[in-house]
Each structure stands twice: as C-alpha cells, then as structure tokens.
C-alpha cells in the first residue's frame, strides 16, 4: 500500500494503477511544503513498486495546480526581510519540489497527468513532467512565474525547449499568457482534449490501457526517449539494440509474438 505522510496528497492503487490526487482543492492544489514532501514520498513509492504499472496524477476539486501557494510566500516574506534568509528559504525550498519531478521523469512506468482547470507555475511543471497528458476541455495553462517576479522552476526550463521549442518558450516565460486547451495540444504539451462528460472515463480508459500493456518495454523505451536529446546517433543505436535484447529476455516478448501469431489479444505480465 502506498501512504502519504500528510493529507495535502493521496494515493490508491487498483488493478496496477497508482492514482495520485492533490488535495488542497481549498487553494487550487497550489503547492507548499507539505505537499512537496507527500508528493515526493508517493511518486518514489509508486516508482518501485512492482505492482504498479501506470501512474495517473490529477488534482482534488476545480483545478489541476495553480502553482506555489502566494499565501505561503507572502509569510515567508513577512518573515525574512533580510535578503540572503530568503535566498537560502526559497532555494531550499524549490530542492524539495525536485525528487517528485524526478521519480515521475524516470519511474519504469507510464506516468499520465489528468489536468483541468488551471495549470499554472508549478503544475506546467509537474504535467510536463508525466510521459502523457489528458486535458479536460475547460483546462486553461500558463507558466506564471513572471507575474510574481520569478525565474520558473520545477524543470519547465528543461521540457518546455524540447517540446514547444525555444521562441515558444521564451514567450511562455517572459509573458506568462494564458492558453487554452486546444492550443496547448496543437504546441505538444498535451496529448488529448476530451469533453466533460468523457473526462473520467477517457483518462481511466487509457491507465487501464498501459497497465495491462508491456511494462518492460515501456520503461525501456521511456529510458531512451529520456535519454536521446543526449547522445549521439551512434550511442543512441547501440542503447536501442541492448534496450530490445533486455526486452527479448523478458516474458512479454513471448507472450507478444505467439498472440500475433494466434492472432489474438496478447496476456502481458509486465516483466
């Protein structure tokens, strides 16, 4: 069983999906550090267990993330009027937000991000930072950190380059506009649209989908992906031939190749 240490965050698994769910909906799952901390506990725990095979995280309420809470950091500012003590809070603060970004980016399995309503500052981050994306069709985005003074953080200047590109980039730093879901599907920073009525439904369907698929061949895969920007084509082939050798050794490669020959739906185990 996956715990969380507090109740900022949640966690249920059933049938190999590990849902994560935000649960300051009161704040619009806007994050501090309880929720960092909980965040890092069950995305780790998620990450190593066997019995997980897709991750889904989605937020409590009318919102995904709308970011750092404000409320939070006006009280640290309150507090800290010296300039260096605010250096070393927000710093250490932004460190513990890191392992959850992390654990999610290379957990040997998929990691979906279900997002509706505002997808702001952190919660860019932390969508960006799942292998897919679902958006509900009200969902709204916007990587805010300009509006109160900031660099952005949460490992949005490492995706956001190598999805949208570098121009759109800029523009989402320097002016913080907000999008709407259709946009951000046509930029590559979601996968699907889907209505209100289908959310749930779409979002389940598709945890359901990759949980009973090859989780070894996933989690190579995401591992070369993850890895390709890196290297060059030359390293990248020779990770592609031992990454298909490591899967050829496992069970599902079996299993794969006599239900394409029985023409019928392949059993995977994961392994």
Known sequence: MIRSPNDTVDAAVADGVCTITLTRPESLNA??????DA????????????DVRCVIIRGAGDHFMAGGDIAVFRSWLDEMPDGEERRTRFEAFVHR???SVQAIRTMPKPAIAAVHG???GFGMSLMSACDLAVAHENAFFTLAYCHIGV???????????RTVGMKRSFEMAYLGERFGAEEARAMGLINRVVPEDGFDDAVDGLARCLAAGPTRAYANAKALLNASPHRSLEDQLAAEAAAFADCAAGEDFGEGIAAFLDKRTPSFSGR
Request: glycine share 6%.
């Open 151 to 161: 660099s952005p953080d949460g490992s949005s200047t490492y995706t956001l380059p």
């Open 39 to 50: 965040l890092h506990v069950v995305t780790e725990a998620a990450a190593a267990d066997e």
């Open 97 to 99: 937000v890191h392992p």
């Open 31 to 36: 994050i501090e550090g309880d929720m960092a």
């Open 118 to 120: 505002a997808v702001a």
